[in-house]
């Protein structure tokens, strides 16, 4: 309703077409659907350009189900890709069950993925622990059409492992770097491409790793300018920040 | 001396232009200079597209001026801008007697700044005391040839204040925001615009907020997706993470 | 005692009516019943306005049904409302068996709730996660004789959703914000209304939200003034700052 | 511009009083003016209740007086009390110099202070080391038109001090708790009265006391249910508290 | 072995009553029993004056029931009570069927008390959730002889049950006070008495106690002076410092 | 008031001998003294058996000066010794000047030290830097009429060192442990003593002692049984903690 | 591929032995399997000197044995020992069936370890439930070929237990302090031993130990120089630290 | 007095040379001289193998020098190095001009140092705020007669200026890697060297640094297996740790 839509509307006032009462009860009319229990937001993918996603924890599977059902069938639809993240198995189902089509890959469950675009994207990550979260990352990028490389277990201990990688990585449009213990891998490949590097701490690893808080300081730390963190084990937020930052 | 050029240099041992001996000399030759107390290297804003910075707190205003010598003026110059960052006063004027042509503003001194690049970049500040470091990220980005804009004092309290600016939040390429305190002006922004959003946390504000720290998780927790963040107070370092994201 | 009994009680002495002996033994009785486990405090709605609640972890079911029947059915009675609060099915089974009439909504049960009072109070949260904080806030609410309205998922990512409820925070006497995550609702309603701000932190979230630390501190720190907070998921000490502050 | 006054606007526009476009700017136009530094907010009295401050610290003396000039002299007014908070002697003669009339106390000088208000507020401290916190907090409501009283030095060992003022205590509209160390005061002032207590952890104390964290903690924890609290140190934090709660 | 044992001894040597290599045995043998997966100290209760515990977590049934044994029925007995704390059923009865004579009580057992010794110590603990700590305090305290009266629900927002027994504790030898939450009992405690005070902070209570950390900072914090305390949970160690001071 | 002196009081209302009024305000009236800036009071010792200290920091010399002057020759006197602790040399010299006859020592002054009491007690530190806390113990126990020894630099590193006065330990009838970095000194002198030690973190150390938080942390686990801790370099507390529990 | 290699490889290009597009693939080929979710490295036993140590925790059954197999067998072969830690039962049968040969204690198991080498380690231990730990670090210096000697429950509060192995200590060519609690251990065994001493915190213990950190910082702030720390219950990295400075 | 000296001592009681008083008397006699403020520690080079070091801070010139001259000329010597670290420029004149001879290397003074000892160190730096730590490490090594190698400004966003010294850093006898920030450079140079790698986390950086705490949890979760850590900017106590280690 920003801009030109206030204008005309205003116009409409002007012309007679649209009565001040309702042009008063549309200026405060919201593109949103209100299902009791949750707001359910149908512009979002318009005004932030990402998509809708129902994180699962802590709502009942009949929750998620009515809640995806009402972004991907509802009256206006989300105009995008809608994701059920974090979700056990009684919420998939349930939520797949009521909506079919949608795909599940681990705990996230993606309906009306974009069509491919273009755009290399890397999810590279430390060790075989970090794999799940890689995998959150990886399905919400392809949520939005891109076609992520995963490349696992490429901790800078074996630094020539890192190195196999570096032209791969020079060459990227954008590099998310997936790591826990001390995290240190941000910044190695932070000082080997050029491209933008979004971390994610992941709450892997023991004893001084602190649930990923260890992995967290150090990224924000990173000696590597230009490397950007987002929260503990965010594998969502990561793919949103690429899928924000590239056309 | 990755792809083409190993393989140029392959060649010319091949076929005796160059010697096995020089080959792999020049294998191991790495383009940074020796100052004794200092490495520095002329070919980051290769590699990472990215100019190199020095960091002034701990170092001497003689070691400043000699790095900076070595990065503008050295044999093989460093091919982008270089920064004096976090500068005293007697830093700052040894470096610019050693190196004339450099600007300086606030706390940053900058040589060889980028010729002006298109993208329109929005620094957006919640209070006036997050101004030093909102300027320490706009004169980073003005060095790679940005114009970025600044809005300051849009704080979520007034959260009129900030629609009044949410058009242009909405159209910008990137937008960076700078706040201390609760940090909450990350989350309304991100929820405003479709563009890539880098947080700085700042250690603006008194008791509670323990020096950027409450702003930092704030940040990183944010309900808004896609929103990525930087250390407390790294204002450099979000104008290099958008010098990356931006062609 | 204070005031004129206590002026009452030394007449009496002083014309015959009580002894030194008995007035010295009242002096020091205080109105409570001791169950051995439990000191039952029968005059805290006179001191304190506000009701006597069994917090139940920790103790065993026969000891909240103990608790509850005292404070309901004593020889004193308690004066005013009684709550059970977090409590187990098996607790507030055997309390109801043996002090029927209460009414249990979400982990709240609730005996004796005062009739209905003025005052209109909204209790707005971030997610729907929040909702069991938000129903034990609401029950309690409720026990006090309020009728709380309750606005749901209005968290500051989707800003819009919150602005159309701006007109019914402006008018409310009084909000309580329940929010986990970043916490950033507290401060954008405290920009919006004039009236009283509870903010109560909860343990929603994951990664770097840290169990309600990062909303906690985040709501402390509020930009906007006059905001104040309670503990992590504390629910009843709102709906008791409510209770105090409204007539 | 909620409710009558958008409701005129719209009419106007029908009527043809006001042209769309003017009525376009008129709906984005705030009233605020913008000093470069920062933006002045006229109407924050009007919407929240509560004063404008400005917070003294990062600010330079030229800044501060210009805030307070465009507050207490603007075109618009703020309509209500102006404080300066946390002001050095250089920045409070600043603005003292460009529009007397204010009125300093401490770290804190108020201009246009709001004829007197009934309703009896107690702000109570623990030790000596806390008044300068209670006087921002007194000096502040004194700005809202209260007149408090100050008790001073009830710490909870010599619990019979606390008891001679339990009479007080009790009958009083709003109690502010200022202590530092552990803090233990307001949870016994919270059991003597039924009103509203608004907690202020202070930064006072030394060793375990930690700036003032073991009593933020102690006072979120408190046993006694219904107490609230603000941000270490947050004297202007509580006042405002209070002016929003007292009509 | 200090002072007239090594005076002794070398006085047999010279006089040969005992040979050179059985002196220099003699003063390396230490009086403990190995089992190979732990040391049995027998001489704990002369060199401490305390009885040595044996703690359950991470010891196999077997084991506890072996160093129990060892302790009680060994070659040179441990001259005075043996505890086996924090154990659970499977231990305790290992222990108690292998070693006859014990007496369990909550999660502790006892073997051999001592007699009863004279000194009237108080055990007050602010809620009913402390109960479990403050009965390991008095089991452990009953082993030393000692016959504490235990004071439950004392809890500091109820101030009048706390000096309905102010001349209990006035008149006591010594005062433990064992408090969740806050921890405030401890301050108001200390204000009362002049005998020793031991503070247990204990994990008891929710949200912001942060599992006994508040009450730690709190009591170590504490404004009545003189007040030691130990480590949170640890009624044990708690009994054992009283066993130490009292004759 | 409690006890014989309240009957006497009531007995007196019987007989006339005290009116009605005047025996409720006696029932009010408290022995403090009211500065305006502090409440003197002048029954602690008796009422704790301990001195009245004025804590230095945060206090004026003129502060500090009238409340020692209150304390020492006040119309009711302290019964006991008065303390000024913390004491900058301006309030120390304050306070001297107004109230000749103290002694100060350190940042410790002491006025009416009370006459020699037996007990032997032992103030043992780590490191030389521990010495200004120790300092502050042992004239707080000389204040109370204790001789304590000092044994400096006992450190386990070296604990031959330790071993040598270890038959000392072993006799006093109390000991103080002041100890910094890692406060491992305290679990070794409580295995070798059967006394009752209290354990004082300090501040000394440096990097990973992060200001006595580790000391303090150590000696709350303590794997030696029964020893007690006060705040972070709280000297002044310890040696309070030792006269409760000496006669 | 450094030195020799290298110039051997450039030699053989020159010579025409290998073609330069060969001789570039080599350059970038790496000695590491890739199984897809793991990327299994046959040198590190030859760039480290250490074993390839396959940690259990977050991988299935399944990839632990395809890793272990690959190791022990691949056409490589890992040229050292290979462990297989922190494994279930279910990790380590399926292991063991795969690839015969090893041998499991405890949480680890092991194949090809090295034959027995010089050098007298100690492994001690401050309390029984310090064994599991002490048990991971033990197995792993056998793999490594040492016969590590095992001294255990040596806690400093029965110093004389300590001193009765000090001569042990003092021979030893490394010792390893295994310690929970407050880990004083590490700081005496530190000033009895010339030897280099490892010191591994535990998380055993209960309240103030917090999983292990109290007795990190203390091992962190040790008195005694010259002691390194590893992290939480990291057992076998204390026994790879040993591995690389030993011959 | 361990093992041969104690069994002559007590041949010497048996065959009348030394009397029982005389033997009970040096068996409790130590070898250090009490000062009064200190205990100066003449055996610890042969009982630890390390220097004895006076570590400056809170300590007068007058006690250093005093110190440093019982060591240095004192009746039995130290028999090794004696150093005076973080010393100001007052004590380190002051111990210089009373006991001559020492050396002054930044905030280290060394006497005696040890004669030249083989074994190849490096000192490793991640950047040149690292560097006064590295310098304290390098002077210590000379003390014990080593003559470390020092590189510079290695961090890990230029890889390549590490992998340069990658042949150097395998070839070494043992490792320090100084490193602030995020502390990545020791897990790289961990997985390349064999040799024992000791890091030290420093205080460099900013924001997210911590002052070193970002640096040490992240060497501590190290993913380059037996890596060991001493205490932030800890230079003395890493070249001890490696003077432990070396022959």
Known sequence: MDGPALRQLLDDVRTGVVSPDDAASRLRRLPYADLGFAKVDHHRVVRQGIAEA?????????????IVAELVDGPEGSGGPVLLTRATD????????????GVRTGWTVVWNAVPQRTGRIIVITAGTGDLPVAEECSTTLEAYGFRPELLVDCGVAGVHRLLDVAGVLAEADAVVVVAGMEGALASVVGGITPAPVVAIPTSTGYGSSFEGITALLAMLSSCAAGITVVGIDNGFGAACAIARLLP
């Open 90 to 101: 009684d919420q998939a189902e349930a939520a797949l069950v009521r909506t079919p089509g």
């Open 54 to 66: 129902v994180y699962g924890p802590g709502k009942t599977a009949e929750q998620c189900a009515s």
